[in-house]
C-alpha cells in the first residue's frame, strides 16, 4: 500500500486522504502555502506556538524522532496542514489505495519531514499480526529526486529520523540510490537485502539511476543478483 512517489523540487507527489478533484481516477487533495514566509515568530496567524507535533498525531516512537532534531520545536505550516492527512490515509488506506495529495510549498518550508515523519509512521507495524502479515524481501516505498545532493539530503534526513525512534524492534531500512558513483556497488546493497528477505523500507532515488538499476534487472533477465 506504501507506493510513494515523490517529486521532490519545490513540491511533491505524495498519497493521502483527498476530495473533490479527479483525475483518471485518482483522487487529489491541495496543499499549497504561497507564502515563502515561514518563521514562527510571525505567528502566520495560526498561532503556531500553540501547536506541537503530538497535536498531528504522530506516535511516541515518531514524536522521540522528532525531539531528537535541532529546532524541530513546532511544525511549519505545510506540516500542520499535511501530516494529518497522511496519517489518516495510513488508517485507511488498503493495498488498492488511488488516493493521492499534491503538495507545495517553497523551499525550506519543512515539506521533506511533512511526508516521512507519516510516511516513516505508517511503516512501522503497530501489532504483531501485522508484523506476521508484513511481506518481506521488497520495497515498501519510493521517493524520487531530481538530483543527486537532493537524493542524499532526504535519505540522511529520513535515516536519521529512523535511527532515533523509539521503542522498535526493527528500525526502517533506507536505501539511497544516485548516479556520480559506481552502479556494482548499489545493486550489491539491493541483491543483498534480497538474498537476505529483508525490506527495504524507503528507497530514495534519482531517476537515472533507478532506470540504471531497472536496466541492469533486465539484462539479467530477472536474475537474483540484480
Known amino acids: 500500500w506504501c507506493l510513494l512517489s515523490t517529486i521532490c523540487h519545490g513540491f511533491h507527489t505524495?498519497?493521502?486522504?483527498?476530495?473533490?478533484?479527479?483525475?483518471?481516477?485518482?483522487?487529489?487533495?491541495?496543499?499549497?502555502?504561497?507564502?515563502?514566509?515561514?518563521?514562527?515568530?510571525?505567528?502566520?496567524?495560526?498561532?503556531?506556538?500553540?501547536?506541537?507535533?503530538?497535536?498531528?498525531?504522530?506516535?511516541?516512537?515518531?514524536?522521540?524522532?522528532?525531539?531528537?532534531?535541532?529546532?524541530?520545536?513546532?511544525?511549519?505550516?505545510?506540516?500542520?496542514?499535511?501530516?494529518?492527512?497522511?496519517l489518516e490515509l495510513g488508517e485507511l488506506a488498503s493495498g488498492d489505495s488511488t488516493d493521492a495529495v499534491w503538495c507545495e510549498a517553497p523551499t525550506g518550508s519543512g515539506k521533506t519531514a511533512a511526508y516521512a515523519l507519516p510516511l516513516l509512521q505508517n511503516l512501522l507495524p503497530q501489532t504483531k499480526r501485522q508484523q506476521q502479515q508484513q511481506r518481506r524481501g521488497r520495497i515498501s516505498s519510493l521517493i524520487l529526486c531530481p538530483t543527486r545532493e537532493l537524493a542524499v539530503q532526504i535519505g540522511s534526513v529520513i535515516q536519521n529520523l529512523a535511527n532515533n525512534l523509539s521503542s522498535t524492534r526493527k528500525r526502517p531500512e533506507v536505501l539511497v540510490l544516485y548516479g556520480g558513483t559506481p552502479l556494482e556497488p548499489q545493486i550489491a546493497s539491493l541483491a543483498d537485502a534480497a538474498r537476505k528477505g529483508q525490506t527495504v523500507d524507503v528507497l530514495v532515488a534519482t531517476p537515472g539511476r533507478l532506470v540504471d538499476v531497472l536496466t541492469y534487472y533486465h539484462d539479467k533477465k530477472g536474475d537474483s543478483s540484480a
Request: charge should be positive.
Open 14 to 86: 505524495v498519497p493521502a486522504v483527498s476530495s473533490g478533484h479527479q483525475t483518471t481516477g485518482r483522487r487529489i487533495r491541495w496543499i499549497r502555502r504561497e507564502s515563502s514566509n515561514y518563521d514562527d515568530k510571525d505567528n502566520d496567524n495560526d498561532n503556531n506556538n500553540n501547536i506541537s507535533f503530538f497535536d498531528l498525531g504522530l506516535s511516541p516512537q515518531l514524536l522521540t524522532a522528532v525531539k531528537s532534531q535541532p529546532g524541530w520545536d513546532h511544525p511549519t505550516p505545510v506540516q500542520r496542514l499535511a501530516i494529518p492527512k497522511l
